[in-house]
């Protein structure tokens, strides 16, 4: 499945043309069902053609779903249901003349050309788009039906500062602690700054687990992984809602837990043992750690570019007050929504 096999898919106009190509098709032998290639035969399971019985509407099916639908009174539907992929945006693109379609961080942006100018929709997942004609005739251009006004997040610098200002003291710490720890090296041509750990070390700190061999351990610091990011929201059962309210419960711990550990009012009799066990779950929480023998914990090393430490800080603490620190605001007409936020501002269900 590629570029190569979706040109072999015809561009269709309306619904005329395409209830002809169905009925000018034969249906493949040997199948139970009434399966009718779209392009080649070849590619019969990767592109089809049905007529739906109930609705008359002709359906082209990418894989097992109906991505486009060709309706009677001269209307499309698009509905990719759970699968954003580039596959599915090739195929919108290649059957309907006109309609630009693309991923933006997994999600299906389509764009369209009106007589007001470029206007740009995001459809998401099982959600239906409708498509009408702008002029008369089949050759008028497809258009949404209903234009939805588009909205995207931005940060709120003066929040965003805010929220930079209430751990100042653990930032002064952990730029303090880069440059006593920090070497150079090279990599690629080209020379970076990194911050070293033993195994040992970060074993001194949070621990090993011992779930293999006897000797093989790991540095326990799984429950803090949890801050990468907010938890996704999964609808579809009882036993998925469960593990939503688990998985929330998780992570608003140990983000509390993070934030009580990094902020500026602290009994100076805990501060230092804070921001050092702080400093080691921002170099660890996102690295490459391996189960190891424990013999070798003092000479295994774990790196990391110094300038992540704070990246990552700043990560976890923008998802956890991202009520403060991100506003939605509405897009002009022909901009594309980027999401690049939208993994902070998740919310629970």
């Known amino acids: ?18 209830y002809r190509k169905w009925n000018s098709t034969k249906p493949m032998r040997g ?34 779903t109906p991505v486009i639908k060709f309706t009677a009174d001269d209307e499309v539907v698009l509905n990719y249901g759970r699968w954003p992929s580039a596959s599915t945006c090739q195929f919108i693109s290649r059957v309907l003349a006109g309609v630009g379609a693309s991923r933006v961080r997994g999600e299906v942006v389509l764009g369209f050309t009106t007589a007001d100018g470029r206007v740009i929709q995001k459809l998401g997942e099982n959600e ?13 251009r497809w258009q949404p039906k209903e234009i939805k006004t588009l909205f995207d997040y931005r940060i709120n610098r003066r929040e965003a500062n805010n929220v930079r200002k209430d751990v100042k003291q653990f930032r002064d710490y952990l730029q303090g602690m880069v440059k006593l720890m920090e070497d150079e090296t090279m990599m690629y041509g080209q020379t970076y700054k990194r911050v070293t750990r033993t195994y040992a070390e970060l074993g001194e700190v949070f621990g090993y687990r011992r779930e293999l061999k006897e000797s093989m351990v790991r540095v326990d610091i799984n429950e803090w992984t949890r801050l990468a990011e907010k938890p996704q929201n999964y609808n579809t059962h009882l036993a998925d809602n469960e593990a939503n ?24 009799n805990t ?14 929480y996102q690295n490459y ?42 897009l002009e007409k022909g901009k594309v929504p980027t999401g690049r936020y939208d993994k902070y501002v998740r919310s629970e269900a």
Request: hydrophobic letters at 40%.
């Open 1 to 18: 499945m590629g570029y190569q096999t979706v040109m072999a898919v015809p561009r269709i106009a309306d619904y005329t043309e395409a």
């Open 31 to 64: 199948r139970s069902d009434d399966k009718r290639p779209l392009g080649e035969r070849r590619y019969v399971d990767t592109y089809s053609i049905r007529k739906n019985i109930w609705t008359e509407a002709i359906e082209l099916v990418l894989y097992q």
């Open 128 to 140: 239906e788009l409708v498509l009408v004609r702008s002029g008369e005739g089949r050759y008028g």
């Open 245 to 268: 309210k688990t998985n929330w419960a998780l992570y608003n711990m140990m983000s509390d837990k993070f934030y009580e550990l990094v902020k500026n009012d602290q009994d100076e």
């Open 271 to 284: 501060r230092h043992q804070n921001y050092w066990i702080a400093f080691n779950i921002l170099f660890a």
């Open 289 to 330: 750690v391996y189960w190891i023998d424990e013999n070798t914990a003092h000479e295994k090393k774990l790196h990391l570019a110094s300038e992540y430490l704070e990246k990552y800080l700043e990560e976890i603490l923008f998802a956890r007050f991202s009520d403060r620190v991100f506003k939605l605001v509405e």
